[in-house]
């Protein structure tokens, strides 16, 4: 296999991984109630939680606006909760309900046990390979998404939508 061919092979399978993804989140988000945004950012709040929204636009590339629109979604829903900050009361911390919390035990129960399967059949050293490649996978999206939103960003302002230091 040329170069070329293996590039374009392993172009296409990243893109069909990609792609499995996220109309997995699709239909867990579906299964939800949710999109597969808002059930991605519940996850991300529950994981990483209480955030402000700040925080929350920075984990995931979206503006301010769209955190909102996000997090007032998650509330309708019953899944989060909008609590003052008690290192500082203007700030407000959004953190997952623990009473309302989806059952992601259904949606994820299948693709649990299969992937625990699959993982079965590789060795130490084919795991150890597979776990860094997801790992800096992860680093490289990451990445990515703060280049691109922040590529996405008008001039003169930040992340969290406020003026630049220099302004």
Known sequence: MSDAERAAAEADLGWRLSTAVVLFHEAVGRHLGLRALDHRALGLIEREGPL???????????????VTGLVDRLRRHGYVRRTPDPADRRRVLISVDPDARPDFAGAFAGLSKAMSELMATYD????????????????????????MTAAAEPEGTTAKGGRTAEE
């Open 52 to 66: 402000t929204a700040g925080a929350l636009a920075e984990s995931t590339g979206l503006t301010p606006g769209a």
């Open 124 to 147: 130490e050293t084919e795991t150890a390979a597979i776990a860094d490649y997801v790992t800096n996978t992860v680093a490289i999206l990451q990445a990515e998404t703060r280049r």
